[in-house]
Structures are given as C-alpha cells and as structure tokens.
T-cell receptor, first 113, second 114 residues
C-alpha cells in the first residue's frame, strides 16, 4: 500500500538557519504530494502541494519539488524564523484511493532566537 | 479564513464507555473526514463522508465506530465502547470538492481512555 517516510525529529535550528525535512514516498500511480503544518494548539494547515513530477510547491518561503525519480518531496526553507516552529507533515493523495490522505509521522521543528 | 471547529479539545473517559466527538465543518463544504494520530505514530485516515453516507473507511473504522451528520452543521464520530488503544488525537477535516483540493482540519480532540 501507499506509505510516506519522513525525517525523524525533533529538529532544532537557530533563527536564519537553512531547513531541510526529508520525505520519501511509496505509491502506485501518480500521487499528489503535500506538506501540512501544525502550529501549537491549531489544526493541520496545508502549507504547499505538488500534483505532478517536477512541480515545485511553494508558500511562505518554503519549497518542495516533486521528484519522481527519487520518490521524494523534501521540504526546504532558506532562512527559518522562530514563528516557523511547528510540526510538519508530509502526505500523499493517490488518485486510486479517492480522498484518503496518507501521512508521514510528522517532524517537530523548533527554531531558537 | 473559515475554520473547522472541534469540541471538546480534551476528553477523558473510562474503558468501555461511549464517547462522541463533535465537529462543525466549514459551512459550504461537502466532504467530511475523520483522522486520528496515536501518540508518536502517523496520522491515520479513519473515514470519509459525503452526501450523508460513508464513502470510504479504513480497517481501523470497525463496528465500534460510527459517524453522523445529524443536523446539517455538525459532524460527529461516535465510539461505542472505548478501548485503551483508542487513545489518540482525533482530527476532523472538511473539503469543498473531492480529489486533491485543500482539506481544512480542526485543531483536534485529544481522547484519553483510562
């Protein structure tokens, strides 16, 4: 079945550091890929998405590129802020499984001032 | 931005008791979901609901679970006889259309079964 493997956390960075959170997936067909973010006390929010190979999703300075050859969708940000502290979830939606998102286990990011 | 609202934020119950988790999806949305996350594990799909019926459910969603949209605004998840392993954070989500359109999630209900 479909699965998402996400970089183990927690990750602690200093403000303005470069962020990478790795995500790889296993799926049949051509899934859409997502990053969701959960700030403390809030629900999961869509951060960015990509629906086909080589697409780059971007939002709020975060980027991720859909790499079919490596089945990856790594999240990056050039300069993190304290306000980026949150849990980040990689997820996929397979066209063969209707509306059922498959999530990774989440990565806790803490950014220190 | 509109929000999905979940109540209560924390629920503590005794094993074997029934619990109802409540959600108010965004008003013009048509698709509704429940997901859960056991501490330290992945967020898992439980069930999707459209046009007043279940459209998809996972293996987790057994006979102990049911969902209902009783009044056109609330969307509830009932667990008939809770088990210790039902302890988890339960997330409700809603969506305007299907497919890869954006899901809006609530902030979750932390269920603790003692």
């Amino acid at each position: 079945g479909d699965s998402v493997t996400q970089m183990e956390g927690p990750v602690t960075l200093s403000e303005e550091a470069f962020l990478t959170i790795n995500c790889t997936y296993t799926a049949t067909g051509y899934p859409s890929l997502f990053w969701y973010v959960q700030y403390p006390g809030e629900g999961l929010q869509l951060l960015l998405k990509a629906t086909k190979a080589d697409d780059k999703g971007s939002n709020k300075g975060f980027e991720a590129t859909y790499r079919k050859e490596t089945t990856s969708f790594h999240l990056e940000k050039g300069s993190v802020q304290v306000s980026d502290s949150a849990v980040y979830f990689c997820a996929l939606l397979n066209s063969g499984s209707a509306r059922q998102l498959t999530f990774g286990s989440g990565t806790q990011l803490t950014v220190l001032p | 931005e509109p929000e999905v609202t979940q109540t209560p934020s924390h629920q503590v119950t005794q094993m074997g008791q029934e619990v109802i988790l409540r959600c108010v999806p965004i008003s013009n949305h048509l698709y509704f979901y429940w997901y859960r996350q056991i501490l330290g594990q992945k967020v898992e799909f439980l069930v999707s609901f459209y046009n007043n019926e279940i459209s998809e459910k996972s293996e987790i969603f057994d006979d102990q679970f049911s969902v209902e949209r009783p009044d056109g605004s609330n969307f509830t998840l009932k667990i008939r006889s809770t088990k210790l392993e039902d302890s988890a954070m339960y997330f409700c989500a809603s969506q305007t259309g299907g497919g890869d359109e954006k899901l809006f999630f609530g902030s979750g209900t932390q269920l603790s079964v003692l």
